[in-house]
Every structure is written in C-alpha cells, then in structure tokens.
C-alpha cells in the first residue's frame, strides 16, 4: 500500500486558515480572533509560571545545573524556561516543575 504523501495547498503565513477551510468570511474572521486569543492567553499563562521558576532560581542563588538537578530536567531546559521559551513547554509540566519546589498552583478562574 503506497501512502499519498503529496502537498497539495500551503497556506501562506498571516491567512486565515478558516477561511481556506470553507468557513463563510464572518465565520471564519470570527474563529480566527477565538484562536489568536485562547494562544495569547496560554502564552500569556505560560510566561508567568516561567516567571515564578526564574524568580525562585534567581532567590535561591542557583546555577542553571543546580536548578536542573533540582527540577529533574536538563540544563538546557532551565535555560529555556529562564528565556521563556514558552513554546518549548506545556502547562503541565510548568505546574510540575513548581510543585517540585514547593510552589503549589492553584487556578482562579474570571
């Protein structure tokens, strides 16, 4: 069985990739504000967790090594999350990595 591999359309940077979908223009200009808005926000939420693991790294006088031994990841990865990198991390593992050290998240919606 042979697998179609072959590109048929790009979407060029900036379009809306709901209208090429067949979404209606109003529709479409409508779902693609819903998105811009839900990656700002998680950008957004991303950024501040980085923020509490850089401020607790920059407290404690740790080197990025000892941090990464603490958190149990790389060195490179406490370098990311000191950058805010943040698409190189979920949520998930921002939470986690503050529970490691103590620093409970808790969510407040509104």
Known sequence: MKIDTEIRHVTK???NL???LGFSAEEAKRLQAAS????NDTRLLKEQLM???AEWIEQ???KQAQAAEILM???PRVSDVVNKK???FTIDTLVEMLSRVGKP???AIG
């Open 51 to 53: 923020s509490e693991l």
């Open 13 to 15: 940077p900036g379009a």
């Open 105 to 107: 998240v808790r969510l």
């Open 18 to 20: 709901f209208l090429e």
């Open 73 to 75: 990841v790389s060195r």
């Open 36 to 39: 811009r808005k839900q990656i």
């Open 60 to 62: 404690h006088h740790l």
């Open 86 to 88: 943040t698409a190189k």
